[in-house]
């Protein structure tokens, strides 16, 4: 028996305390205030963004910590030079990145600091009265693992930045957007991922006790309770540890045969294929980035798996949770076959998650690696966690990482 290594939180007022203790250590001053972000996990709706569709991610309460000052440092004609110094408490030996505003755009910034600074660089695009700041960040958001630590740390600038900035943009739903899209050019245009918005958008607009349902179409909401508890389940989480990368060429390959099969169905997104007259719009496919047997697969998950968003946020509307279980499973199955981006350790906690009695589970996030999820009733979080990492182990995998998900909040100040 291997033991389950389990992923904690920190309680908010200890990951506020750890970012500010780190900026005195840094910079040798107090922060203005310290704003945190969460990673987010998916439910069911996946690689269903970026082609106008639906997604239903929920908040974890595993976020990413940002202590930030304003800074004026003037230059020659005494103006705000707009420097950003930037550094991470994961990385105690690095030394402190700097650049200034202006220096910030496309090819400029790499590593972990592009997230930041690429916020930065976005917002800057929105308002002007942008300026210097220094700002350091902690996190247990657990990284590479598909929970979005990446959005997490974006997210977690735009409300600080929006805040000691005063820009106004976090205290709606509607400004939240405009943040959540500086956010995304952010990852897509400084940080180099072609990934889509679902991440950011949960990170910045879902709610606590809500699945957020998102219409990748319009970018419209809808908060859907979400208290798996009170019908006693749980969402077990797994992080495989296979580390995933979104930025190498399979997810851009993925978004690229989708765009080309839209343009072959004389669509603008997938989304707009009738579920109803799927197998007449799969017919109409023929070779062209990749072989029509490929691009039908494709098609077929997106527009699947668009429609069982649709099912599971009827089931938890009805006040049926403990049904959605169906749903997952076919999730993975489409996600492993006609999509192809699960791999040999998400196929292993889905199959040794449900032989352990989970009623549904799937892969989650982009895939390749990171984590899955599993539907379980709450007693049998322990044994079903203990049958994953057995199975693992038999397999001589590394131990995966575990985390019971509730929805939670969204970034936010926190001090
Ligand atoms: C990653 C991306 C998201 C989304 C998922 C797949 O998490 O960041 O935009 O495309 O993959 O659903």
């Known amino acids: 028996m291997s033991a389950p290594q389990w992923l904690d939180a920190w309680d908010p ?10 900026f005195r250590t840094r910079f040798g001053t107090e922060p203005d205030g310290i704003w ?7 439910l069911i709706g996946e690689h269903t963004d970026y082609n106008g569709g639906l997604c239903l991610p929920i908040n974890l309460p595993h976020r990413t910590y940002v202590a930030l000052r304003r800074t004026f440092r003037s230059g020659p004609g005494g103006a705000d030079v707009e420097e950003v110094r930037l550094a991470s408490a994961q990385e105690p030996d690095a030394g402190v990145w700097s650049s200034t505003l202006a ?64 820009l106004d943009f976090g205290a709606d739903d509607a400004g939240r957007a405009i943040l959540a899209a500086a956010c995304i050019r952010a990852e897509n245009e400084i940080a180099g991922a072609p990934t889509g918005g679902m991440d950011q958008s949960s990170s910045l607009r879902a709610t606590a006790g809500h699945a957020l349902l998102l219409d990748c ?18 969402l077990l989480v797994v992080d495989t540890r296979a580390e995933h990368q979104l930025s190498d060429g399979q997810y851009a390959a993925r978004r690229a045969t989708c765009d080309a099969a839209a343009a072959q169905l004389g669509v603008v997104t ?31 998950h997106v527009v699947t798996e668009i429609a069982r968003v649709t099912e599971l946020v009827a089931l938890l509307d009805a006040g049926r949770p403990g049904d959605i279980g169906p749903l997952l499973d076919a999730s993975h199955i489409s996600l492993r076959d006609d ?17 352990a009695g989970a009623l549904g589970a799937r892969m989650t996030g982009g895939g390749f690696g990171g984590s899955a999820i599993a539907l379980v009733e709450v007693d049998r979080v322990g044994a079903v966690a203990a049958a994953v990492a057995d199975a693992f182990a038999a397999q001589e995998l590394t131990a995966p990482a575990f985390l019971v998900a509730h929805a939670s909040d969204p970034a936010s100040r926190t001090v």
């Open 103 to 166: 220096d910030i755009g496309p090819g400029t910034v790499t590593g972990w600091p592009a997230y930041a600074a690429g916020v930065a660089w976005a917002l800057r695009r929105e308002v002007d009265t942008l300026g210097g700041f220094d700002a350091v960040v902690d996190s247990c958001v657990p990284y590479g693992a598909g929970l979005s630590s990446s959005a997490a740390l974006e997210c977690a600038f735009a409300v600080a930045l929006d805040d000691a900035f005063h």
């Open 270 to 300: 997938l989304r707009e294929v009738d579920p109803g007259a799927l197998e007449e719009a799969l017919a109409g496919l023929t070779d062209d980035v990749v072989t029509a047997d490929v691009a039908r697969r494709r098609v077929r």
């Open 217 to 234: 179409l319009d970018n419209s909401v809808r908060h859907v309770p979400f208290d798996l508890e009170a019908s006693g389940l749980a």
């Open 36 to 42: 945190s972000a969460p990673g987010r996990v998916n």
């Open 339 to 355: 999509y192809e981006v699960s791999c040999v350790e998400l196929d292993l906690v889905v199959e040794s998650a449900r032989a």
């Open 13 to 22: 007022s200890d990951g506020a305390e750890r970012a500010a203790a780190s």
